[in-house]
Structures are given as structure tokens and as C-alpha cells.
Nanobody
């Protein structure tokens, strides 16, 4: 079983930066794609950025040019560098991972517990 733990959230002023980290733990698994999503109060969860095992990335239009997703495959860790933050970026940020356990053909998705990001104006 794979578990994800996020860190790096907090309170920042508009225009500031934060870096989120998400580490996967467990045994005998291979991670494929990883990503970040966010959910503001009263809103649906929104996919923010994704990254493949080969490093291919995609971003929501609302964060393009400001956020950068990266990963360390050796450490099973994904990062989200957030620059030029805006009050509308305020949300709980969740990381996700698509993984396959050894000796299994099934790919499953796991989510972290979330980390709060608050951007003040």
C-alpha cells in the first residue's frame, strides 16, 4: 500500500512563493504519473499540474507560467513550486500518484491528506 504525505503549505502574501513537497512511502511499488490538485471552500477539486514518470508536464491554464511541477523518481517525491501567488490560489492542495504494486497489472490512484495554502491580499 502506498501512502502520500504533503508538506510545505502555509500563509503567504500575494506575489510570494511557496514550495510544496509530497513523498510516497510503502514497499514494492512503481509510481507512474503524479500530480497536484486543489480545492477551495465550496468549490470542486481542480487539477493543477501533472507530471509523467518521464518528466512530461501539464498545467491548468490558471497556473501556467507561475507554477512548476517536478519530481525526484529516486525519492518517489513530487514538488510544486508556486510563484507569483494570488489570493485566488488559496485552497487545500492535494498530491496524487498513480502506482502499480509489484506482481500486479492494476494501476491505482492514491491521494495525500492535503496541505493548506493561504494567500493574503
Amino acid at each position: 500500500q502506498v501512502r502520500l504525505v504533503e508538506s510545505g503549505g502555509g500563509l503567504v502574501q500575494a506575489g510570494g512563493s511557496l514550495r510544496l513537497s509530497c513523498a510516497a512511502s510503502g514497499s514494492r511499488f512503481t509510481i507512474n504519473g503524479m500530480g497536484w490538485a486543489r480545492q477551495a471552500p465550496g468549490e470542486q477539486r481542480e487539477l493543477v499540474a501533472t507530471i509523467t514518470s518521464g518528466g512530461g508536464t501539464s498545467y491548468a491554464d490558471s497556473v501556467k507560467g507561475r507554477f512548476t511541477i517536478s519530481r525526484d523518481n529516486a525519492q518517489n517525491t513530487v514538488y510544486l513550486q508556486m510563484n507569483s501567488l494570488k489570493p485566488e490560489d488559496t485552497a487545500v492542495y492535494y498530491c496524487s500518484a498513480d502506482y502499480r504494486a509489484y506482481f500486479s497489472a492494476s494501476i491505482r490512484t492514491v491521494w495525500g491528506q492535503g496541505t493548506q495554502v493561504t494567500v493574503s491580499s
